[in-house]
C-alpha cells in the first residue's frame, strides 16, 4: 500500500530521457524500487514503526548500483544490506532515490510535481488544476527567456511570479518544490546546479 501511495512503483514504467538519466537501466528501476519496498518492510514490520519513521529514517537498504546513487562506494555486489545514511544529506523516503527519481520528470527533476504531490498527498493540502492556458503561456515564456546560467528554481519562480494567476498556487507549491532541489533528477544529492549554489530554503504555506 505505501510504496503505491508514494507512487514509487510508477518509475519501473515511466519514460525517461536517457540524456538526463544516463545510468537508469531497466534492471536499475527494479533495485531502487525494491531498495525503497525493503525499507518499508524493515520500518514498519521489522522496527514496528510509525508513519512519522519512514520519514525520518537514518537508513536505507542498498546494493551496489543504488549505493552509487547515494554516494556510497563501499557496498559492492548486487546484495542488498543496510546502511546509515547521512543525516547532513537525507532523512527517510522522501529523500530516496526511489521516490526522487519516480516524482521526476521526463528530463527534470519535476520542481512543480514534487511540490504538488507532497502537498496534496503528504498534507492533505488541495492545489487544483491551472488557469487554462496559464501552463502554455509559462513554458512560452522559458522558451523567450535565456534561461543558461539559472537554476531550476530561478526559472520556475521567475516564470510564475510574471503572471499573478500562477503565483496564486505557486507561492504554496514552489518552496516546497525548492526543497527537493538538492537531489538532481536521478535521486542523487548535490549542492550546485549550472555552477551556482542551490538554493533549497521554503516554507510550507499556510
Request: charged share 25%.
Amino acid at each position: 500500500f505505501l510504496i503505491d501511495w508514494l507512487h514509487i512503483r510508477d518509475l519501473l514504467n515511466q519514460e525517461k530521457d536517457t540524456s538526463v538519466f544516463k545510468t537508469l537501466t531497466p534492471q536499475l528501476r527494479k533495485d531502487v524500487v525494491s531498495s525503497a519496498s525493503r525499507f518499508l518492510d524493515f520500518t514498519i514490520w521489522n522496527q514496528k514503526g510509525k508513519i512519522a519513521d519512514i520519514f525520518d529514517s537514518d537508513v536505507a537498504f542498498v546494493n551496489e548500483a543504488v549505493a552509487k546513487l547515494y554516494g556510497n562506494t563501499s557496498v559492492k555486489g548486487a546484495a542488498f544490506k543496510q546502511v546509515k545514511l547521512d543525516a547532513s544529506q537525507r532523512s527517510g523516503l522522501l529523500t530516496s532515490p526511489a521516490f526522487l527519481m519516480a516524482h521526476s520528470g521526463k528530463d527534470t527533476t519535476g520542481f512543480v510535481h514534487r511540490g504538488v504531490f507532497f502537498l496534496e498527498e503528504l498534507v492533505c493540502r488541495p492545489v487544483g488544476d491551472p488557469p487554462m492556458g496559464a501552463v502554455a503561456a509559462g513554458l512560452a515564456r522559458v522558451a523567450k527567456a535565456d534561461t543558461s546560467k539559472m537554476t531550476q528554481r530561478e526559472i520556475m519562480e521567475s516564470v510564475h511570479s510574471a503572471d499573478p494567476s500562477c503565483n496564486t498556487c505557486h507561492i504554496k507549491i514552489d518552496p516546497i518544490g525548492a526543497s527537493f532541489e538538492i537531489f538532481d533528477p536521478m535521486g542523487q544529492y548535490r549542492t550546485t546546479e549550472r555552477g551556482k549554489t542551490i538554493n533549497a530554503s521554503g516554507k510550507l504555506q499556510g
